[in-house]
């Protein structure tokens, strides 16, 4: 099996382990990056129905919205989309370790080709990790988009059917404001009836089939054009921690005293170092992602409905101003940096024991040859 396999599997095996751990952040965090929260004192008649207006609450902590989750929707709430998702980071590790050690072993060729033409000094460059990580990540996104689209669809469907209730017991409470006291009883049981029907997290190809007969086929990608842009995240993420990585093993290098191995704990803190820039640099194009991979229709209101990338981006600043594009940002360098952290620690512990048992199957069949 080749190394490219190997991280390959490692990278799907760390992932899933690592969304396991972190799911329910995820859960919370792309809740708050697509809940549509107006301007304090914005216009907003250019919207359909006034009705449908987005909550005027002010949004609440991390930990207050887990126990929210947790009181009206159960535990099944907080992993909501588990199964694709889980399938998703699998797939979308393996892909994407895989390409980018394939990639990774050619740059590394190139280096060495260069240093005996006596050009470099036969490492990889910064630029080169950059250009090799954005390759990977490319093939990644065309490949796994649609899954995400499903997982996105999955966390946020009771989100959007609360707001699409709200607006309806609106609507009965104006009607019976207007009717007569003969008509009253009949709106409170509209109005109970209404309030006993709690949103219910559902399945994958029920979500399969509602972005199909929204959007068609291409609905399965939407939200590819900021999914590509944001695959600088990975490649910022991988230039700090393989240039970290690199500094970290030529001072293990020069210190004949000590280890050259490097930690478990320091590929954790790396991994960290490594995602908390990637995150901070690319999270608004996160937050449009969501926003398009959400379910658009959630009570008419075109203000916070959006067609497009640009036109996402064009309504956020109007409608939300530039804080929109940093919702529950707090939440996602939580879960990013420790899913990373995990990620990173798991797959090199996963390649170092694929290494070991190969160095000692290969021993095994030389002396059996012998």
Not at 37 to 54: H, W
Not at 94 to 117: D, L, M, P
Not at 180 to 187: G, K, W, Y
Not at 303 to 330: H, Q, V
Request: charged share 20%; with cysteine; hydrophobic share 40%.
């Amino acid at each position: 099996m080749s190394n490219a396999v190997a991280n390959g599997l490692a990278g799907a095996g760390g992932g899933i382990i690592a969304q396991i751990i972190t799911y329910p952040l995820q859960t919370v965090n792309t809740r708050q990056q697509t809940e549509r929260v107006a301007k304090k004192g914005l216009d907003t008649t250019t919207t359909t129905s006034e009705a449908s207006q987005p909550s005027p609450h002010p949004p609440r902590g991390t930990l207050f919205q887990i126990f929210q989750v947790i009181r009206t929707e159960g535990w099944g709430g907080l992993y909501s989309g588990l199964k694709p998702s889980l399938f998703g980071t699998a797939a979308s590790q393996g892909i994407y370790y895989y390409f980018y050690q394939v990639f990774k072993n050619k740059a590394e060729a190139i280096a060495v080709t260069r240093k005996r033409k006596g050009l470099g000094d036969g490492t990889v460059g910064m630029f080169s990790w950059i250009v090799v990580a954005a390759i990977a990540g490319s093939l990644n996104v065309l490949f796994t988009n649609p899954i995400w689209v499903l997982v996105t669809r999955m966390q946020t469907h009771t989100q959007a059917e609360k707001k699409v209730m709200e607006g309806r017991r609106e609507a009965l409470l104006r009607e019976a404001s207007e009717c007569s006291s003969a008509e009253l009883p009949t709106f409170k049981e509209k109005l109970a009836e209404l309030d006993s029907i709690k949103p219910r997290p559902y399945g994958t190809l029920h979500a399969a089939g509602e972005v199909y007969c929204e959007a068609g086929i291409t609905g399965f990608w939407k939200g590819i054009i900021p999914t590509l842009i944001m695959v600088c995240n990975p490649s910022i993420q991988f230039m700090i921690y393989e240039t970290s990585l690199k500094k970290l093993r030529f001072r293990r290098a020069a210190n004949k005293r000590g280890s050259k191995n490097v930690t478990a704990l320091e590929v954790f803190l790396l991994g960290a170092l490594a995602k908390l820039g990637a995150t901070l640099c690319t999270y608004p194009l996160l937050v449009v992602k969501s926003r398009l991979q959400a379910k658009q229709d959630i009570g008419g209101n075109i203000a916070f409905r959006y067609t497009g990338t640009l036109d996402a981006i064009f309504k956020m600043i109007r409608y939300e101003g530039l804080p929109g594009f940093y919702k529950g940002m707090s939440t996602k360098i939580v879960q990013s940096v420790f899913a990373a952290s995990v990620l990173f620690m798991v797959k090199e512990e996963l390649v170092k024991m694929y290494l070991m048992l190969a160095d000692k199957s290969r021993k095994t069949l030389l002396r059996i040859l012998n």
